[in-house]
């Protein structure tokens, strides 16, 4: 049981291009969410998904896309990165819709962009 | 102002000693008051939760929660050099018409040998 993986652990952009980060759990879980921590600040919700095929907007979505094909993989793309995307992404996955029910996190991916 | 404030240290404490984390808070509608642990370079993973006011204990933690003054609290007793770690606290409930976790931004513990 490997829990929620992501991928890749560190990327370096320039201003610009796209890429995906990916997301994975094997726990069966229908919610799964990507979050942004910055320091100083909470984590904040960028996209979140509450079963396959259904995903909506959370505080922060500008700049980045999301879909929910499977309810393993829940990937986030960055279509066009700017440095104030320069964060440590967090995939979270949990067992009910309410996120108030414990929410299991990814490693996290470290971005930066130059 | 916030939504939720946390100090975010660091506090370094020495091997033993007890510790107090501490949360406010702005929204009275707030009604699960979790604590997530984030090791460095980690996801944060949940540490223990409570419902509305009162206290709840965990081998050597307690959370406390007073809806009154809006305060949350975590303490750790007989703290451990493994208890080093950033301590986020994560209120959630009705906001804007919807349910929300809202995070804090953490409060970063360390414990001395």
Not at chain 2, 6 to 15: A, F
């Amino acid at each position: 049981n490997a829990g929620v993986t992501q991928t890749p652990k560190f990327q370096v952009l320039k201003t610009g291009q796209s890429m995906t980060l990916q997301c994975a759990q094997d726990m069966n879980h229908e919610y799964m969410s990507w979050y942004r921590q910055d320091p100083g600040m909470g984590l904040r919700l960028i996209h979140y998904s509450v079963g396959a095929g259904i995903t909506d907007q959370g505080e922060v979505p500008n700049g980045y896309n999301v879909s929910r094909s499977t309810t393993e993989d829940f990937p986030l793309r960055l279509l066009s990165a700017a440095p104030s995307q320069t964060s440590v992404y967090f995939c979270a996955s949990s067992l009910a819709e309410s996120s108030y029910t414990e929410q299991f996190f990814g490693p996290g991916t470290r971005l930066t962009v130059l | 102002q916030k939504e939720v404030e946390q100090d975010p240290g660091p506090l370094s404490v020495p091997e033993g000693a007890i510790v107090s984390l501490n949360c406010t808070y702005s929204n009275s509608a707030f009604q699960y008051f979790m604590w997530y642990r984030q090791y460095s370079r980690k996801g944060p993973e949940l540490l223990m939760y409570t419902y509305s006011s009162g206290n709840k204990e965990d081998g050597r933690f307690t959370a406390q929660v007073d809806k009154s003054s809006k305060y949350i609290s975590l303490f750790i007793r007989d703290s451990q050099p493994s208890d080093s770690a950033t301590y986020l606290c994560a209120p959630w409930g009705a906001m804007d018409s919807n349910y929300q976790l809202i995070w804090g931004a953490g409060t970063k513990l360390i414990i001395k040998p």
